[in-house]
């Protein structure tokens, strides 16, 4: 199991700037990539930005050039740092963390993605 809690979100004028955290515990093993999602009130789940364990990063591109993601192995945290925000990226901001599907011996384990809960990030014009 991992377990996983953001925090940072808050309100912002357009252009600002916010940092989210995400704290992991837990079996992080066999976790790859971890990241953040984010859903805006009547839209879909949207990846943001994910973090590879090699480093590699991928990014929505709407966020593109705004938005970092990083990770601290010894705070145990991923990191959201958000510049130059805009009203359109008000939205709930989830922690993920994806487990692909392994096998030890005879014992099969499916892929599990673990989620957050979320924290709000208001952007106003």
């Known amino acids: 199991q991992v377990q996983l809690a953001e925090s940072g979100g808050g309100s912002v004028q357009a252009g600002g700037s916010l940092r989210l955290s995400c704290t992991y515990s837990?079996?992080?093993?066999?976790?790859?990539?971890m990241g953040w999602y984010r859903q805006a009130p009547g839209s879909q789940r949207e990846l943001v930005a994910t973090i590879a364990n090699d480093g590699s990063t991928r990014y929505a591109d709407s966020v593109q050039g705004r938005f970092t993601v990083s990770r601290d192995n010894a705070e145990k945290k991923i990191n959201l740092q958000m510049n130059s925000l805009k009203p359109e990226d008000t939205a709930t901001y989830v922690c993920?963390?994806?487990?692909?599907?392994?096998?030890?011996?005879?014992?099969?384990?499916?892929?599990?993605?673990?989620w957050g809960k979320g924290t709000l990030v208001t952007v106003s014009p």
């Open positions: 993920h963390a994806h487990r692909a599907p392994y096998k030890t011996g005879s014992l099969y384990y499916s892929a599990v993605t673990y």
């Open positions: 837990g079996d992080i093993v066999r976790i790859n990539p």
